[in-house]
Structures are given as C-alpha cells and as structure tokens.
C-alpha cells in the first residue's frame, strides 16, 4: 500500500493511513468528534454511520459522519472545541 | 447544489450486506437490471467491512464480491437513502450528490445495529459499540498493545474479542450477561451446524488466555473526558477492571426504519415476510436481520430467495427454502439465548445520559408513560440518530413502543429535502408489541 499522508485537525496535521476513516484519524488525534449539548466531549461509538457522535465539519460540509468518511490528503477536519 | 442524477433499475436492492448481495446475485441472474445501494464506501455490510490498511476481505466475503461484480450489478456505493417521494421512488444522498433511484421492485436488506444500554459513564469517548470498536479498527484505528474490556451480550462479543486479540489487543475480560445455563444450551443447538462449530473453534483458539465471564456486565464506565476503567458486575461481585476501550453492545436490534417508509408492517419489531420474503407491500421484499436477527448464513439464504422470487424465479427459490428452515433454528436459539435479564433495567443512574444526541437524562424519562410523551416533553429521541441509539435501549428499560417513521428516514441535507416536491403519503404505524 502507499504510504501515509497527513489531514488536518483543527488546523493541526494528523499523519494517517490509506484507507483510514476521518473518524479513526480524529481518535488518532486524541481528539472528541463533537461536544455535546451539554457540553461532553463525545467519540465514535457504533462505527457504522447510525449514531452521528462522530459528525464533525470535513472540508467545510458540517454533520459529516466521520466513520463513513475516508481520509484524503489535505483534508480540513473541524470539530467542537 | 449537489449534483442530481436519476437511475432506472428493475431491481433496486438496499444494504450491501450478505443478505443484499445474495439478492442482487440471485436476481440478476434473470437477466434484469439490478442496483445494489449501500450507504458505506464499499459493498460488504458491517459482517464483511474490509480491512482499511490491506483493502482485503475474507475469502468468503471476497468470494461473494467477486460474484457481485460478474454479475453485472450497478453498484452505489456511499449513497444513504432519507426518503420516498412517491412509491417506486427512492432518494439518495451522497457526500455531494443526491441520486433518485426507481425501481419496479425492491428489496430491503437493511441489516441490523447494536442495542446499547445507559450505564453511568457509557457517553465517555472510547466507550464504543462491540461491532463499533472492531468497525473502527478495520477502518484503521491502531489497537496493538492496546486493553480492551469486551461486554454486553450476543456471539459477536467473542467474534470481536477474537478479532482483537488476533490483532495485538490485549482483552482482560470479556463479559457476557447472559447465564452459563443458556450459553450451554445455546451450545447444544449448535451441533448439526458443523459451520457455526467450525467457527467456534477458531474463534476459542484466537481468544486463548482472555477470561471469559458469563452473569457478568459494565456497571459504569469511569474516566475524565476519556475512559479509563471500567467497573464490572463480574457473576454477582463488582470489579474495576483498568482500559483503554470498552466495546460494549448488547446482541443486535434491526434497521426497520426504511422498510416503516415505504409502509412495509412489522410484528414483534420484524419485518412481516411471507415464504417468498415478500413484505405486505407488493413488490417490495426484505432478507436478513429485519426479518429476524439470525447472522450470516440465514441471511444469504434469505437473500437468495428474495432476489430469486423478486424476478419471478418462483420455483428456484422454493427450491431453498429447507436450508433457511434449519437456519431459522439457529435464529431461534440465538433469541432464547442471548434474551436480557431484567436487571440490566437498573443500569442507569438518575443523571445518566440514555438520549446522547438531546442529553437527557433517565431521571427525566422515567417520569413518562409512552415513547411519544418523552419525544414531545424531553426531545428524547429527536435529535440526529433520530431514536436508533436511545429508541431500542427505552423499548429495553421503559417497554415503550417506537412511533411511526418520517421522512426524511436519515437527516439530509436542505438543498436535498427541496427536491422532494412530491406529496407525502401517510405511513403506517408500528403494530404488534415489541420485545
């Protein structure tokens, strides 16, 4: 397989694998996917696109669920922080 | 604006898992035109999810894929369905493109999630689903060296213990809250599936030297703004159990909501199917979980039959129908044995999330009567999951019954829902009572 190329967090370089999901790259990262409504930081947890506690703002288009989501180079990831 | 496209199909199959793919192999083999829609990058369902680094599937998946493609099926890959606009019509939402797909007949194959149940500390990040934690890590999350406390119940707690450890995850304990009685009954229905045997045996040897613990469950999760540790009801004594991930999902519940829309009906929270896997709607059919949680092999047959009766192939789909019956055994057994025990119903503490997209907690939900009084007075269930996540865990803890679905059946994006300009039939409620 190729090897890895970086996606950026919040503005901050994240180096990942071919095939990795944005989801993956922002638990990588250490960083939450989202805060909640109440203010909790909040991760992926059913991993197949049914839960949306990993949406965040790829590329500018907000709610994307991330664990649907492949990483590709240069991506902008953005999430509630 | 997203780009609009439309496709025309005789067949449209919806899910790209076992069930889907053996229905869209089996119908195109009448020569009709057949699409295979599926809301994730690649054919395979949540079974049969490839792995991210190598791109590789097991040689059965890999087998079934290959099978897809000789068959000349249109695959739609990344595209999730979020309404009806009138019947014979479905929408698709892509990242930046909506398709219409019109079919003359349908087939469901919408596959099933996890049930997850509140317990103080299950929002914490890192406190993922039993599949949603091995979801992750084939889609490329590192978990060598990494301690990973498997709970809840169901024969995919072992499947994704023995996937984790077989890639370097060390497993303090795997916890399953149902009894050693029903495990060991549930034992004995499985010889004469030699297949199911088969499987056990790799999966007991990939497990060696993870502990294993029946009447056993999370009582809480702990940890600041990441998880920690983990307490766990280990048969009757609580034991704080340090990790750095819990997979935790309790058996499976299915996806109905799209078979709801196009006014499919259910029973006991099912789709309704006759012999032919027929829905109550004409031409529109259903396979797999929906129909029954009853794995892999249940579903191609059931799939099979689908797309066979789908294009008339009546009589070649009849000619399956015994190895489904067997199979349907092995449905039963997985029910009986993997059933939850009532207290799991005291898992909540009062400030416990159980809604994680609307934040409300169970002391304000106890306080309702029925499903849709806690919609309209909590916003419990309103939120983007729109009730997936808290809808079958309330059925669990509060026996509440879910309402009618909506369109749209998944949140899509404006620019989409302005598209939909066709009135809107009435859907039919839930009938019958829920598990």
């Known amino acids: ?81 | 604006m997203n780009k609009y496209s439309q496709q025309r199909f005789d067949v449209l199959v919806v899910g790209g898992g076992p069930a889907g793919m053996a229905a869209a192999i089996s119908a195109a083999k009448s020569g009709t035109r057949v699409g295979i829609v599926d809301e994730n990058p690649s054919l395979g369902g949540q079974i049969w999810r490839g792995e991210s680094s190598t791109g590789s599937h097991s040689s059965e998946a890999a087998s079934w894929l290959n099978q897809v493609n000789a068959a000349g099926v249109t695959p739609l890959c990344a595209k999730r369905i979020f309404h009806q606009p009138e019947p014979g019509v479905l929408l698709a939402e892509g990242l930046d493109d909506v398709c219409e797909l019109s079919y003359r007949t349908l087939v469901l194959a919408t596959g099933a999630r996890e049930r997850f149940l509140p317990f103080p500390g299950w929002t914490l990040p890192n406190v993922a689903g039993a599949g949603g934690l091995q979801a992750l890590v084939k889609s490329g999350l590192p978990i060598r060296g990494k301690r990973v406390v498997v709970a809840g119940s169901g024969p995919l707690l072992l499947a994704v213990a023995a996937y984790l450890c077989s890639h370097g995850a060390e497993i303090p304990l795997i916890c399953e809250q149902s009894s050693w009685g029903k495990l060991v009954k549930f034992g004995i229905t499985l010889f004469g599936q030699p297949g199911k045997i088969a499987q056990g045996l790799r999966i007991k040897k990939e497990i060696a030297g993870a502990p294993f613990s029946a009447n056993s469950w999370p009582l809480a999760a702990h940890g600041k703004n990441v998880l920690e540790a983990v307490t766990i009801s280990r048969a009757g004594r609580p034991e704080v159990v340090k990790c750095d991930y819990l997979a935790c999902g309790f058996h499976l519940v299915p996806n109905v909501e799209l078979p709801l829309l196009v006014g499919c009906q259910t029973r006991c929270g099912y789709v309704q199917v006759d012999d032919l896997q027929q829905t109550t709607v004409k031409d529109v059919f259903c396979a797999g979980e929906p129909t029954g949680i009853g794995g892999v092999d249940l579903a191609l047959v059931g799939g099979q039959i689908a797309g066979l009766a789908a294009t008339g192939q009546v009589s070649e789909a009849k000619a399956v129908f015994h190895k489904r019956e067997k199979l349907r055994r092995f449905a039963r057994a997985l029910d009986e044995a993997f059933c939850l025990r009532s207290e799991l119903r005291s898992l909540p503490a009062s400030d416990t999330l159980v809604c994680r997209c609307e934040d409300v907690p169970y002391s304000r939900l106890r306080e309702h009567t029925s499903w849709r009084s806690a919609k309209l007075h909590t916003r419990c269930g309103m939120g983007p999951c729109q009730g997936r996540i808290c809808g079958p865990a309330t059925q669990f803890l509060f026996k509440w019954n879910p309402d009618s679905v909506r369109p749209p059946v998944f949140p899509a994006r404006v620019e989409n829902l302005a598209i939909t300009t066709a009135p809107q039939q009435s859907i039919p409620a839930v009938t019958g009572e829920l598990q």
């Open chain 1, 1 to 81: 397989m190729s090897s890895e190329f970086t996606i950026t967090v919040n503005g901050t370089p994240v180096s990942v694998s071919p095939g990795a999901t944005v989801a993956v790259a922002l638990m990588i990262a250490g960083r939450p996917c989202r805060m909640s409504i109440t203010g909790e930081p909040r991760g992926p947890l059913c991993g197949m696109g049914i839960c949306f506690e990993c949406r965040a703002v790829v590329n500018g288009i907000p709610h994307s669920r991330s664990c649907q989501l492949l990483c590709e180079p240069d991506m902008d990831v953005r999430t509630d922080e």
